[in-house]
């Protein structure tokens, strides 16, 4: 197994009193789908943030894809970004474009600034969006504008941007949290569908312990910004779980199945 991902005592601080993180540290391997699961305010989000360097980690250390993360300047982050495909809870569409627009859009980091003003794109980015849009189902929708869709579109219509780049992994953050359970099961569908059929590595955090358990190869659990379980999502006991969730397990439907059920 080749490891994609590796954090290394990774520590966020924000201001002077909130320590967002510490000292994580895990690793993820080409091609695994892995949750991390946690309650509000665990580090989850940060977390992901400071991978892509959307934020900067305080301290330790970001392989990915053999490349020091946090050592990283301007030229070279573009090229990270593109093999870090990034979801979003709500979406961050541009809506009054459309749904194909917004596709291409991933491509722009391939581009450089003038092109990518000017909304150049090759015939065969084209043909690629399409490709990817009939893949998610959306191929009817490619020429709607992106405020006349559903949030489980408007969501497919991220998952399409992020593949455009060509990735090695995807980071999704909360990336179901805004949509009815339906539309849930249909973009979980769709991101276990990219990891095992595209070979795609897949990070995604959530909320919801019962998704995490059903779609994930590894499962870990963060609270307060120390990671508090890293193993198979069949392992985990109620007992972690609570552990994990601290007060607000109590509103958690735990439902493990198994061993660990009761
Ligand atoms: P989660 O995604 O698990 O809900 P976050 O990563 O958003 O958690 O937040 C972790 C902690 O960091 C929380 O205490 C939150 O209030 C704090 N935090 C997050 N973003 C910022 C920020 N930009 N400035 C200051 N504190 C922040």
């Known amino acids: 197994m080749t490891t994609l991902l590796e954090l ?34 665990a580090g989850k989000s940060t977390l992901l943030r400071c991978i892509n360097r959307m934020i900067d980690a305080t ?7 053999d490349v020091n993360v946090m050592k990283l300047h301007k030229k070279e982050l573009r090229s990270l970004r593109t093999k870090l495909g990034m979801i979003f809870q709500h979406y961050n569409l541009v809506n009054r474009l459309s749904v194909i627009e917004n ?5 722009l980091g391939y581009k450089s600034t003038i092109t990518g003003m000017l909304g150049i794109y090759k015939e065969e980015e084209k ?14 929708q490619a020429y709607k504008r992106c405020d006349q869709l559903s949030g489980g579109q408007k969501q497919r219509v991220g998952i399409a941007r992020a593949l ?28 276990k569908n990219i990891s095992s059929s595209m070979g795609i590595t897949v990070l995604v955090n959530l909320h919801q312990v019962d998704v995490a358990l059903k779609y994930s190869d590894r499962v870990i659990g963060v609270s307060q910004g120390r990671i508090v379980y890293n193993g198979s999502p069949k392992d985990i006991t109620k007992e ?14 735990i439902n493990l199945g198994g061993k660990n059920a009761g």
């Open 8 to 41: 290394k005592n990774v520590s966020k601080q924000y201001g002077s009193d909130t320590l967002a993180l510490s000292n994580v540290s895990f690793s993820v391997n080409e091609g695994e789908f892995v949750s991390v699961i946690g309650p509000s305010g």
């Open 59 to 65: 301290n330790g250390e970001i392989m990915f894809d």
């Open 103 to 107: 596709v291409l859009h991933g491509r």
């Open 127 to 140: 043909k690629q969006a399409m490709k990817i849009l009939e893949i998610l189902g959306l191929k009817e």
């Open 164 to 191: 455009i780049q060509s990735p090695k992994m995807l980071l999704c953050d909360e990336p179901i949290a805004s949509l009815d359970p339906n539309a849930s099961k249909v973009i979980m569908d769709h991101l």
């Open 240 to 253: 972690e779980i609570r552990t994990i969730y601290g007060s607000e397990a109590s509103d958690l439907n």
